[in-house]
């Protein structure tokens, strides 16, 4: 079955160190690859997206996202975090006729 | 963990009725539903959010009046597209807050087609 997964529930990264957000999909053929962040109390948030071409996104925040096929990965990354990317991060994958997220992420920012 | 059921998975129905979909959290109470669309290949769009007992909450340029929204328990939510057209076919998505606990859960996601 597709699925999407995120290894990690919980990160913790000090103000202005780097950050990398695992992220697995599943479905072979050609996916469609998303990251949203979604702060409390609000709704989601796309960060980037994949589709075609370039494997390494750039999206908004200062974030990016590097599709490797030969792993299926697509993680997040940005390197130097912010105390306000304190959020939960969603990778997400469309196939053919669904959605597909992962569990989520929460990220937590310490000075 | 956290489980949100969503149903149904897939619906057809004709042009001008209307369809409820439903999301419901199984172990956990959610104060806020969050119901998305989300066109083929594009990302997701927020319709609009709920809170429990409370009226929703509807992003810019959705129909509150086609899109109705319950959310009268703390374990359910519900969309229902009235008068359904063939331009709402889509694929709907709730995620569900969990109260107290903090996080985000999402149901199976439902796709509509209105023929």
């Known amino acids: 079955a597709q699925s999407v997964t995120q290894p990690d529930i919980h990160i913790t990264v000090s103000e202005g160190a780097s950050l990398e957000l695992r992220c697995n999909y599943s479905?072979?053929?050609?996916?469609?690859l998303f990251w949203y962040v979604q702060s409390p109390g609000q709704g989601l948030q796309l960060l980037l997206k994949?589709?075609?071409?370039?494997?390494l996104v750039q999206g908004i925040k200062g974030f990016e996202a590097e599709f490797k096929r030969s792993q299926s990965s697509f993680n997040l990354r940005k390197p130097s975090v912010h105390w306000s990317d304190a959020a939960e991060y969603f990778c997400?994958?469309?196939?053919?006729?669904?959605?597909?997220f992962g569990t989520g992420t929460r990220l937590t920012v310490i000075p | 963990g956290a489980v949100v059921s969503q149903h149904p998975s897939r619906v057809i129905c004709k042009s001008g009725t209307s369809v409820k979909i439903e999301c419901r959290s199984l172990?956990?109470?959610?104060?806020?539903m969050f119901w998305y669309r989300q066109f083929p290949k594009q990302s997701l769009m927020l319709m609009a959010t709920?809170?429990?007992?409370?009226?929703?909450?509807?992003e810019q340029g959705v129909e509150k009046d086609k899109f109705l929204i319950n959310h009268a328990s703390l374990t359910l939510s519900t969309l229902t597209v009235t008068s359904a057209h063939p331009e709402d076919s889509s694929f709907y998505i709730c995620?569900?807050?969990?109260?107290?606990?903090?996080?985000?859960?999402f149901g199976s996601g439902t796709r509509l087609t209105v023929v």
């Open positions: 709920s809170n429990e007992g409370s009226k929703a909450t509807y």
């Open positions: 172990d956990f109470q959610a104060t806020t």
């Open positions: 479905y072979g053929a050609t996916p469609y």
């Open positions: 997400a994958e469309t196939g053919a006729n669904n959605l597909f």
């Open positions: 994949y589709f075609s071409g370039d494997t």
């Open positions: 995620s569900a807050s969990h109260r107290g606990v903090g996080g985000y859960t």
